[in-house]
């Protein structure tokens, strides 16, 4: 049982992040940021970085639902063998 614990032990040590793995990951999902690279100050929380991320996401999230609306209705209205309608549907390809 004991041989267990120990090789358990192992492999959650060595599964685990360090803290300089961390700050490594949270400064390149900074740089993914656009609000985050416009900023001057260079060094963000990892908890300021990570609700930044949240709301880009939600931001991104809300722009795709309103792009797919707007593309609802310029289907519905759209004569589908236009010319108008060939490009749509090239570009959702």
Known sequence: MSSRRSR????SNSSRITEEQIVELVSKLQDL???AR???SDSASA???LQDTCNYI???QQEVDDLSERLTDLLATT???SAQ???IRS???
């Open 79 to 81: 004569d589908m063998t």
């Open 58 to 60: 939600r931001d991104l």
């Open 8 to 11: 358990s032990r192992r492999s």
């Open 38 to 40: 416009s900023r001057t």
């Open 91 to 93: 570009l959702l390809m």
């Open 33 to 35: 940021l656009p609000e």
């Open 85 to 87: 309608a060939a490009i």
């Open 47 to 49: 908890s300021m970085v």
